[in-house]
């Protein structure tokens, strides 16, 4: 593709405009007004866009921009329980503003807009086709509109296909997982209020379903959905506890099967939707010189598939580091990966990168034992998700509960040798 005409200089360019690329945007002008001037946020798409998601945003991530003043103010329906069910009981933590679950096509569009209101530049229908370097360091981005762009500093921003990671020769990483959804009526009495439920009692699907409440023309319907970890991603796993329904190059089948069984007696409000989610690997690189990945562009939760908080508090970090090179005079991102992610996002999404064999591999019946008898557990992680301090009691109980189903896990091993 052909420049159109003269090239449009930058300082930053963000190539994507969901809740990473626009919270990176939001956080750089709080912190670096000026930089922020000369920045430009591309997205390929015109608000308001769909993007498949069932919308469940921890609190944390509505908190950080409410600091700034971003919250979006859009229809949403209030998570106030968590719920998790396996094959050996259920388990159910209180909350009373655990988050939101909102319609991404109404989230992402109040977002955007705030970013223009700002003063910020957001040009729409701009879809990345081309990136080279330049001699001089700088990134120039080519858009199918013929639209050039140079900028001292990129960040990919654009979501689960990533052309800024392809482009940019990042390694690919697998894209670990699949989601599938659909929006259904609920039935008489079905949801409880503002409970968010997730259902790993089929121990054949290496993942598990949601059934989450969903605000949908002005009435609360419900969001069914099944997510399963691709087998390549449970490295070592026995193939023997994934029984006939491995996840693999049939996982879409297997999705599709799941939740049409369990949605068949509902009234369906439009089609069911399937996506990959990129969950992030261990030693994952987010930065490559002037370049930086953010969001599912770099990778998310593995484990539940969780990306919008974590795409809001990579804006964040991502910001920071653009700061940074803005006092040095010099983007240079080597050495950024997820070893470098600081604060609760890098010690969470480290964590959840390293326990998938543990949640659905060999060790699948520990993790759901310690999930149905830990309420001090379910507790903690919802506080977590809410961004609320975990009160030292309960982190006592839960490392408690943990270490013993350490042992029973060795002790597994132990008798199965
Ligand atoms: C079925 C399903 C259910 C989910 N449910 C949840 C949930 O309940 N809670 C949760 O936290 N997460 C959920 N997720 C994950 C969540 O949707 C993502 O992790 C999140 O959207 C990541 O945000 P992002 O800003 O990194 O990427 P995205 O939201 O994907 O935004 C990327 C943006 O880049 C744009 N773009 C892409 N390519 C280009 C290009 N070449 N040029 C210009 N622009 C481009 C896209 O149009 C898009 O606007 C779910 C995912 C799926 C598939």
Not at 82 to 99: C, F, K, L, P, W
Not at 265 to 279: D, F, T, V
């Amino acid at each position: 593709m052909q420049a159109r005409e003269a090239p449009l200089d930058v300082e930053v360019a963000i190539v994507g405009g969901g809740p990473a690329g626009l919270a990176t945007a939001l956080f750089m002008r709080e912190l670096e007004p000026e930089l922020a001037k000369g920045l430009i946020v591309l997205e390929r798409e015109e608000y308001p866009r769909e993007k498949i998601c069932a919308g469940a945003v921890g609190a944390r991530a509505l908190r950080l921009l409410s600091l700034i003043g971003a919250r979006p103010e859009v229809p949403h329906v209030t998570i106030r329980a968590i719920e998790a069910r396996t094959r050996y009981g259920s388990v159910r933590a209180e909350h009373d503003d655990a988050g939101w679950v909102i319609r991404r096509r109404e989230f992402d569009a109040a977002l955007a807009a705030t970013v223009q209101a700002r003063g910020l530049e957001l040009r729409t229908r701009e879809k990345l086709v081309g990136l080279h370097t330049l001699a001089d360091g700088r990134v120039e981005l080519v858009c199918e509109s013929g639209l050039c762009v140079r900028a001292r500093a990129v960040v990919g921003a654009d979501g689960v296909g990533s052309y800024v990671r392809r482009a940019a020769g990042f390694t690919q990483g697998e894209l670990r997982a699949q989601a599938i959804e659909i929006d259904c009526r609920p039935l008489a009495g079905e949801l409880r209020e503002g409970t968010v439920l997730f259902d790993l009692s089929d121990a054949s699907l290496p993942g598990y379903a949601w059934k989450f409440p969903t605000p949908l023309g002005g009435e609360t319907m419900v969001s069914h959905g099944v997510y399963a970890v691709k087998s390549q991603a449970l490295r070592g796993t026995s193939r023997a506890g994934l029984a006939g329904k491995e996840a693999g190059p049939s996982v879409g089948c297997t999705l599709k099967e799941s939740l049409l069984d369990r949605t068949a007696h509902l009234q369906a409000l439009g089609p069911w939707r399937r996506y990959a989610e990129r969950g992030i690997a261990p030693g994952a690189v987010l930065g490559k010189g002037p370049i930086l990945l953010v969001g599912e562009a770099a990778g998310i939760d593995p484990v539940l598939g969780e990306g919008i908080a974590q795409a809001i508090e990579y804006g964040l970090w991502a910001a920071r580091h653009l700061s940074a090179g803005a006092r040095r005079g010099r983007f240079n991102f080597d050495g950024l990966g997820l070893g470098q992610l600081d604060g609760l996002l890098g010690f969470d999404l480290r964590v959840r990168s390293r326990v998938l064999e543990l949640v659905y591999g060999a060790g699948r019946p520990v993790s759901e034992r310690l999930v149905a008898r830990s309420p001090a557990l379910a507790h903690a992680g919802l506080s977590y998700f809410a961004g609320r301090s975990i009160a030292r009691g309960e982190l006592a109980r839960a490392s408690f509960d943990l270490a013993l189903a350490g042992l029973g896990a060795l002790r597994e091993t132990a008798l199965r040798r």
